[in-house]
């Protein structure tokens, strides 16, 4: 009877870590004037309360400056963020965002005097 219950939560934990996914793509934007970071954040979720991106932590220059915490997702295909970042010309600004189900994925731009470009 143990083998038989443990048979199934284990099945039930690799069922559920199948329909967990990392985010698909990051797209970052950097404006200069208003310090506007913007990231948008692809990941397809059928419900954005129970499946979403839960973390997102920001870095500049490899120091971390902030972490944003979510309990839902703004769209069901992706999650919208702006936050506001001091930065200047030259300085890296990377982000990773981890899903609630598992799953991360790391971005990072260079501020540049033009629209910057992801890399």
Same mark, same amino acid.
């Given at each position: 009877?143990?083998? &038989? ?8 934990? &690799? =069922? /559920? ?9 990051? @797209? ?11 990231? $948008? ?23 971390? &400056? ?13 999650? *919208? *963020? @702006?936050? @506001? &970042?001091?930065?200047?010309? +030259?300085?890296? *600004?990377?982000?990773? /965002?981890? =899903?609630? $189900? +598992? +799953? ?6 260079? *501020?540049?005097? @033009? /629209?910057?470009?992801? $890399?």
């Amino acid at each position: 009877m143990r083998v &038989i219950i443990l048979f199934l939560i284990m099945s039930l934990v &690799i =069922c /559920a870590q199948a329909f967990a996914h990392p985010p698909s793509r990051v @797209e970052l934007f950097y404006d200069l004037p208003t310090k506007m970071l913007k990231m $948008e954040i692809y990941h397809f979720t059928r419900n954005v309360k129970r499946h979403h991106i839960r973390t997102v932590v920001i870095s500049k220059n490899g120091e971390k &400056i902030d972490t944003l915490y979510y309990s839902k997702q703004s769209q069901n295909n992706m999650h *919208v *963020v @702006e936050k @506001e &970042i001091n930065a200047v010309v +030259g300085d890296r *600004v990377e982000i990773k /965002a981890y =899903c609630s $189900e +598992g +799953g991360t994925i790391e971005k990072s731009i260079v *501020v540049e005097k @033009e /629209a910057p470009k992801s $890399e």
